[in-house]
Structures are given as C-alpha cells and as structure tokens.
C-alpha cells in the first residue's frame, strides 16, 4: 500500500482492528442466514506526510449505497451545531441572495434547510440515495454524484463556481483525497471560502477514540497533513477552530493561495500545539495498539461481570464506531440484548458482525436494563438527557471511551 497522499511506500501500523464488516451495513432479518463480509481494518502511518490512512479494502460507492442508513438529523445537538454554523459562516462571509453555497455530502439536508430558509441559493452533492431524496423532500437541490475533480469540473461549465464550500465529516471519507482536493479547488470563486470539519487526530490519539476507526474513514487527519495536502493543489489555511464535535473535531477555513485575505494567528497556534505533542515524529503513534486492547479487555470484562450478576445490559446509539469497538470485542447479544436508537432506518434491523438487535427506545424502557451503554459517547450527555427515566427503575449509564465509566 502506497500513502493517497505522497505516494510514499506504507510501512508503519498504527494499529490492526483484525476483520470486520463495514460499520453502517446493517443487517435486515433476512440477511442473517447469510455469510457476512468482513474486511480488514488495518490502518497505517505515513512517514513522510503522517497522513495516517487504511486502504480502501472496500470500495467507497459500495459503502456509500442507496442503502446508506445514516441519517444526519436524528441527532438534536447536530443540527444545532449546523444551524450555528450556518449563522456564524453567513454574517462572516457576507453571504447572501447573490450568493452560492455548495455543501459536499449533504445528507439529509440537515445543514442546508437553515441555508435555504435564509434565500442564499445553494446545493447539496450527495451520492446515497436514501438521504438525498429525504432532502429533496425539505425542498433542497440534491445531485446524486461523488464529488471529485471530474464532477467540478462538470458542474462550473453549468452552473459556475460556489462562494463556499463546505464539507462536513466527508474529507475523511474519500479514498482519492488529492482529487477530492482538486475538485474543491475547481469549484470554488475566486474569492470563495472552503470550510471542512473532521475529527482531529490529536484527539484521537490522546483520548483513545480507537472506536471512529472504520472503513467509512479513510483518513486520520491532524492539521499539519491538511495543509500540505490543500497546499498541494493551490489551497491555503487561513483559519482553524477546534470544535467539541465527535469527541473534538477541527473546521479548516480554507481559500485560494492567491487571495488576500490574511492568516488568522489560530493556525499557527494550533501547528505549534501539534508538533508540541510530537505529531512530526514516530513515537506520538506508538503504543495506540496497546491502549485500545486495554479498552476492549475492560468492556468485556465489565459485560461479563454484569451477565454473571443476572444484570441486564442494553446499548444506546447504533453508531458506526459503536460496531468497530463491539466487534473489535467479539461482543454479541449474550452480553448486550439489543441497541436502542433514534432512528428508524435503522430499528428493526442488526448491527453488522455482532448481530445484536436495534429498537425503538421504547422498546429499551420496556427491557429496564440493569446497564445502558452508550456507545456514541461523543453524545453520553444528550442521550443521558433524553433517557433519563432509566435511573427511575435503577438502570445506570456506561461508556468505554476515554476509558470505562459507569455515569
């Protein structure tokens, strides 16, 4: 394997989940006298760029289907998070009805109904079906396509270049990412503004988030390699928020290298924090392995303990690194009855390899579980909130990362 950045030689682990299948193929009923595929997990540090970055052992139009089950707008603090931004992004740039707005995996249209009911003129691109047509449905242009430097291409002959562009968790998913890359630069005005949020592998790593590795994500991203990589096709930083998102995130405020608008000190702080905890050199990736191991043995000792007490365990939150941590465990309906979530693309069906059932949360209050485990624990305090009445039978909450914690 060659790094999707600089093409360098892969040689360096930064950690090996075994085989599992893809984090968001849920299972219907009838799938379950099937075989299932899994696929390995595997993922690599490259020393030259320290893009850290899994091969594409699944291709990415198989992963992201017209069966896509996840579903941005079942999650209240989400949509506030997009409706701040779409506040906070619109009186910075000065956006308005003369403006284009272009959002890169658009969803359900969780982000653009706010820029919509604004008058701005925007468009989603956005390649499963399942979500797109439920933003049709919120009266917001969807195009069904994967966006890359083809597409951008394609699309300023018709329709122009956007005055933002923005990408929320989508830089981390793209297998080719210096097309994608590419494409952002085709498609943006000249004076236009690319924002991108994804998880920031600083936090990862410093707070043993082991669990948002999947297939879906391709790439581990700190703000050092964002910048080489956008760098490389035209594109400059010129401001960068750390955000409380998906157990803390960053947003890269990105434009041409060619404007003028100046460089915000946020970036050079946070450069410096990074190579401060040792992000340029081989030992800040060491010893990942170890520490998710302990994770796992904790988990399944605790669900053990509990089973042997005659205590019921349920999980809330069907989420995609949920399945990465339950099946790096082996953990299956023995030890946690079933997954409770809000959404019912996904009640009724099966988590992928584990086979535990997902249900309504009603169906979780009928359980009264001893012990529910949230697995998004990115989300413990809002779903704490939401579930609250489990303490009034006694039940408890649980999560396993940072570390094992009964709430």
Known sequence: MKCRHCQTDLRDVFIDLGAAP????????????????????????????????IDEVQRHDEIFSNDYVYFSSYSSSWLAHARAYVDRVTERLGLGPRSFVMEIASND????????????????????????????????????????????????????RADLILGNNVYAHVPDIN???????????????ITLEFPHLLRLVEENQYDTIYHEHYSYLSLGTVRRILAMQGLTVWDVEQLPTHGGSLRVWAQH?????????????????????GMEGDAFYAGFQARAERIKDDLVAFLIEQKRAGRTVAAYGAAAKGNTMLNHAGVRPDLIRCVADASPHKQGRFMPGSRIPVVSADELRALRPDVVLILPWNLRDEIATQLADVRSWGGRFAVAIPSLQLL
């Open 22 to 53: 893809p984090s968001n193929a849920f299972l219907r009923p009838e799938d379950l006298d099937r075989p299932e595929p899994h696929v390995p997990l595997k993922v690599f540090t490259c020393h030259a760029c320290r893009l850290v970055q």
């Open 257 to 277: 290298a060619t404007h003028d608008r100046p460089v915000e000190p946020s970036v050079a702080a946070l450069l410096a924090k990074e190579a401060a905890a």
């Open 109 to 160: 249209g969780y982000l653009l109904q706010n820029v919509r009911e604004r008058g701005i003129p925007c468009v989603g691109i956005e390649p499963t079906g399942s979500t797109a047509a439920v933003a049709r449905g919120k009266g917001i242009e969807s195009i069904e396509r994967f966006f890359g430097h083809d597409f951008a291409r394609e699309f300023v002959q018709q329709r122009g």
């Open 179 to 193: 097309d994608f890359t590419a494409g952002l630069k085709a498609a943006l005005a000249p004076a236009g503004t």
